[in-house]
């Protein structure tokens, strides 16, 4: 499960970094990344209330 009991409270995300044109990655303060997200899975995430970036 995560965050593990050892993680670091509170979880923190530490840096994002652009992973071409298509996504972003993550890194946290308990020293893992969570892998590459895509901007399209990050809106669908965010709902339709989410304010709009052009």
Request: proline share 11%; charged share 15%; hydrophobic share 35%.
């Amino acid at each position: 499960m995560w965050p593990r009991p050892t993680s670091p409270r509170p979880l923190r995300m530490l840096d994002a970094r652009l992973v071409g044109g298509w996504g972003i990655g993550l890194s946290w303060n308990d020293g893992h990344s969570t892998g590459i997200y895509s901007w399209t899975t990050l809106r669908v995430w965010a709902g339709p209330d989410a304010p709009a970036t052009r």
